[in-house]
Each structure stands twice: as structure tokens, then as C-alpha cells.
């Protein structure tokens, strides 16, 4: 156990734990700030230029609600955001796990189908978040500009 630990390249281990001091100094950032301040996050270049909200727009301050437990506000801002923060948790997790200790956790390998079927929802999502008229408007994020 302890060879294992010890083989692993000493890139890898520093590029896992730089992942996590910028993911915990990325979350106590997030949670410091008021959501509803202009210009308190970098804004969307896709829709500075465009003027389209894209798929993630309003992340982080889903985010922030999030982390105050704000639940409703955090999918008001970005339904996807569950799912992606979720698939980012483990993934960081897995791959510390697999560095450190030489174990892998579950991996699930979704079939090409499932894979694009989530690709056409989040087009959709995409589209629709961009029409003016309800019920869409309320798949845009409020308060981004």
C-alpha cells in the first residue's frame, strides 16, 4: 500500500491537490460575495458579445446560493448546475482517490445514446433560456446584467 502511494508521479499528486486549493479558494470566494453587486463576477464572454445567455450563465451565482443553502435561488439561476457541480465533485474526487491511494472508484461510461440525448437537452436549454416570452424567460437567469 504505502509503494503505491509512493509511486505515483510527483506531477500528478501536485496537479490533484492544486485542483483542490483552487476549488476551496474558488468556493470561500463564491460564498464571500454578494450575488446582486454589479460587475462582482467575470462576466459571460458569450454574452457580452452576444447578448444570448449560454448553458452557464448564472453558475456562479447558483453556486453562491448553493452554498448558503439556497436551493430554489441556485436553479432559478442555472438549472444544469446540480448536475454539473455533482459530476465536477466526484470527478475530483475520484482522481484524488485513484493518485493518492491507487484505487478507482465507480466510473460509469453513460452509452453514446444517453450521451447524446443530454447533448440535445442542453442545446435546448440553451435555445429556449433565449426566447423572450414565458415560460421560457424563467430558464434565463434573473439579475445578470
Not at 448564472?58 to 439561476?77: K, S
Not at 416570452?133 to 434565463?140: C, G, H
Amino acid at each position: 500500500m504505502a509503494g503505491r502511494f509512493i509511486s505515483k508521479s510527483l506531477g500528478e499528486k501536485l496537479a490533484v491537490v492544486l485542483l483542490w486549493v483552487a476549488a476551496v479558494v474558488a468556493t470561500v470566494f463564491v460564498y464571500g460575495i454578494d450575488p446582486y453587486a454589479r460587475h462582482t463576477f467575470l462576466p459571460c464572454l458569450f454574452y457580452e458579445s452576444t447578448g444570448y445567455y449560454c448553458p452557464g450563465c448564472g453558475g456562479t451565482r447558483g453556486v453562491h446560493f448553493l452554498l448558503h443553502f439556497d436551493i430554489l435561488n441556485a436553479l432559478r439561476y442555472n438549472l444544469f448546475l446540480p448536475l454539473t457541480l455533482s459530476v465536477a465533485t466526484y470527478a475530483l474526487v475520484a482522481r484524488t482517490v485513484k493518485v493518492f491511494f491507487g484505487k478507482t472508484l465507480f466510473v460509469w461510461r453513460p452509452d453514446g445514446r444517453l450521451i447524446l440525448a443530454l447533448a440535445i437537452v442542453l442545446v435546448l436549454y440553451w435555445i429556449l433560456r433565449n426566447l423572450p416570452f414565458e415560460p421560457f424567460i424563467y430558464l434565463a437567469p434573473p439579475h445578470i446584467h
